[in-house]
């Protein structure tokens, strides 16, 4: 895995964010090489980034307040480069500082600000045929509209979800979403989902896996057909799931030979898998 120095100051924006954000960019960076290194020589046009919830490129993690790469910067600044970095954020001080740290790096970058559910079309309109990306989709909360997802499909990308099942799901849908057909459960999750009748019948205990199988039968309609899962929790408390989607079982093997080797040294083995 290539490796960063710490981020520096650099008098731009920089957001507060919990300290498992860095388990998340541990996982992204071991994957972007992998990926990279092994898919450049093969017969692609080209190797894409998407990241349509990519925040101000570097954070200050809450507790230990050390700062840490945010996603777009991992990407820019892996050893062997993407060709086109694809990058969304919502939040404009978050966009001009993104915009002016990725220029620095990737100036032919595509950088928009918007709603990335809104944006998503002239993202891809961008990308070239016969190209191959790789799209980290990690939104703060269930903010990717599956309608996204769908527009996605229709290229060729392996997907990094960040799935927020105890983050979200789970602490909002009695008091938030139940009641309301329009919800970001509901956009998230897609339309025929009928995740009301399912978890209210569920264990509470088995809610968290129950809202995941039914999110990947989701995500199989639209030609994914390898799933690869990392669970994130803070003291011992889970928080969200990182679901690696592709149509490819080279990829699957990328990923789970990148994600057995923990941020913390410990690895981790699936023998059903290998």
């Not at 050893?79 to 966009?95: G, I, R, V």
């Not at 990725?102 to 918007?114: A, C, E, F, T």
């Not at 093997?253 to 083995?269: I, M």
Request: proline share 4%.
């Amino acid at each position: 895995m290539f490796e960063l120095p710490t981020p520096q100051d650099d008098g731009l924006y920089i957001p507060s964010v919990g300290e498992w954000s860095r388990d998340k960019h541990y996982f992204l960076m071991r994957y972007i090489d992998a990926f990279v290194t092994a898919m450049k020589n093969k017969q692609w046009a080209g190797l894409h980034y998407i990241d349509i919830f990519a925040g101000a490129g570097i954070e200050r993690l809450e507790d230990s307040k050390e700062l840490d790469w945010g996603s777009p910067l991992i990407a820019a600044k892996a050893p062997h480069s993407f060709d086109k970095l694809h990058l969304c954020e919502k939040n404009k001080q978050a966009y001009d500082a993104l915009n002016t740290r990725i220029r620095r790096i990737k100036p032919d970058s595509q950088v928009l600000h918007g709603d990335a559910n809104e944006k998503i079309q002239e993202i891809l309109e961008d990308i070239p045929d016969r190209t191959l990306s790789l799209a980290f989709l990690d939104p703060y909360g269930l903010h990717l509209a599956f309608d996204t997802l769908r527009a996605l499909a229709k290229r060729r990308a392996d997907l990094i979800i960040f799935f927020p099942d105890h983050l979200d799901a789970l602490r909002n849908w009695e008091h938030n979403y139940l009641d309301n057909p329009d919800s970001n459960l509901d956009r998230y999750l897609g339309k025929g989902s009928d995740w009301r009748s399912i978890i209210n019948k569920t264990p509470q205990a088995r809610r968290a896996e129950v809202l995941r199988e039914l999110y990947v039968k989701q995500v199989r309609t639209l030609g994914y057909t390898q799933f690869e899962y990392e669970r994130i929790s803070t003291k011992n408390r889970p928080l969200y799931v990182l679901i690696f989607c592709s149509r490819s079982e080279l990829a699957a093997k990328l990923w789970r030979g990148t994600s057995q080797t923990k941020l913390d040294g410990q690895r981790t083995f699936d023998f059903d898998k290998s």
